[in-house]
T-cell receptor, first 112, second 115 residues
Framework: DAGITQSPRHKVTETGTPVTLRCHQTENHRYMYWYRQDPGHGLRLIHYSYGVKDTDKGEVSDGYSVSRSKTEDFLLTLESATSSQTSVYFC???????????FGPGTRLTVT | AQSVSQHNHHVILSEAASLELGCNYSYGGTVNLFWYVQYPGQHLQLLLKYFSGDPLVKGIKGFEAEFIKSKFSFNLRKPSVQWSDTAEYFCAVNAPTGTASKLTFGTGTRLQVTL
């Protein structure tokens, strides 16, 4: 498996609080992605990065922001958490020369 | 924009039965196709992929998939399932253009294999 870790692995937070999830890689890959997984929806792309300080929106980016100040870390922030953001969040990597993505272990976030 | 359809949401099979999970995509250009598996409580793992060449691709754990361009399909097959194949299976498509070649996933098929 690619060297991807996510932290925290589980979090419970209250509506209206900011939350930051971290994805850390040891592979020096250029491309990193944040997805959310919900029953009946599969995985949906939130944001992605194609290099340090280079990020762009995915299909469900409202209410989320990202930052990538160094190659190994890609942070996802929920600016003001809502119950609709209760989900499992996966980070993924892709190397420069291939199209397949490799996924981290996930973060289960519950917003009460 | 590309989209992916997995019409089987939940499949129940007995051990040793044959498996075929459907995947159709909509995109008119060149695509890369993937099947991922997610075992209970785990992250997604790549089962197999198609980029070009032989449309019949073999993956890990005895799985294979056939790309039929005229039908925009990439169905997953396994001749004889095992109880350990119980998992959720996701088809994904990537159009290799743009800055980051994003993946679009289907909604998944939950496979339950009974003893």
């Amino acid at each position: 498996d690619a060297g991807i870790t996510q932290s925290p692995r589980h979090k419970v937070t209250e509506t209206g609080t900011p939350v930051t999830l971290r994805c850390h890689q040891t592979e020096n890959h250029r491309y990193m992605y944040w997805y959310r997984q919900d029953p009946g929806h599969g995985l949906r792309l939130i944001h992605y990065s194609y290099g340090v300080k280079d990020t762009d929106k995915g299909e469900v980016s409202d209410g989320y922001s990202v930052s990538r100040s160094k190659t190994e870390d890609f942070l996802l922030t929920l600016e003001s958490a809502t119950s609709s953001q209760t989900s499992v969040y996966f980070c993924a990597l892709r190397g420069d020369r291939s199209y397949e993505q490799y996924f981290g272990p996930g973060t289960r976030l519950t917003v009460t | 924009a590309q989209s992916v359809s997995q019409h089987n949401h939940h499949v129940i099979l007995s051990e040793a039965a044959s498996l075929e999970l459907g995947c159709n995509y909509s995109y008119g250009g060149t695509v890369n196709l993937f099947w991922y598996v997610q075992y209970p409580g785990q992250h997604l793992q790549l089962l197999l992929k198609y980029f070009s060449g032989d449309p019949l691709v073999k993956g890990i754990k005895g799985f294979e998939a056939e790309f039929i361009k005229s039908k925009f399909s990439f169905n997953l097959r396994k001749p004889s399932v095992q109880w350990s194949d119980t998992a959720e299976y996701f088809c994904a498509v990537n159009a290799p253009t743009g800055t980051a070649s994003k993946l679009t996933f289907g909604t998944g098929t939950r496979l339950q294999v009974t003893l």
